[in-house]
Nanobody, 120 residues
Framework: QVQLVESGGGLVQTGGSLRLSCAAS????????MTWFRQAPGKEREFVAA????????AYADSVKGRFTISRDNAKNTVYLQMNNLKPADTAVYYC?????????????WGQGTQVTVSS
């Protein structure tokens, strides 16, 4: 079992930065691919970024490439999402998910989400 808890969300102005964290419990965290998703009001959940268990591969949605960086610290059981140059379109609830393989096509565990609001 893996439990995921996101943190780091908040209110920021356009052009600002936030770093989200997703802390995982469970000894098998380092074997999972970790993925960030987001869901804006009235929209479907969308892929943001993913990182393989060994940091050997990362992937990003086109909308965040060059602005967001995903990383992980397996010793701390934590995955991060550094978000720079934020835009109002980035406003959403951000979720992390854990899956068994890369590319991330299947997800076994989800966090509860953290709200990110970008004001114009």
């Amino acid at each position: 079992q893996v439990q995921l808890v996101e943190s780091g969300g908040g209110l920021v102005q356009t052009g600002g930065s936030l770093r989200l964290s997703c802390a995982a419990s469970g000894r098998t965290f380092s074997s999972y691919t970790m993925t960030w998703f987001r869901q804006a009001p009235g929209k479907e959940r969308e892929f943001v970024a993913a990182i393989r268990w060994d940091e050997g591969n990362t992937a990003y949605a086109d909308s965040v490439k060059g602005r967001f960086t995903i990383s992980r610290d397996n010793a701390k059981n934590t995955v991060y999402l550094q978000m720079n140059n934020l835009k109002p379109a980035d406003t959403a609830v951000y979720y992390c998910a854990a899956g068994p393989a890369y590319p991330p096509l299947k997800f076994e565990y989800w966090g509860q989400g953290t709200q990110v609001t970008v004001s114009s």
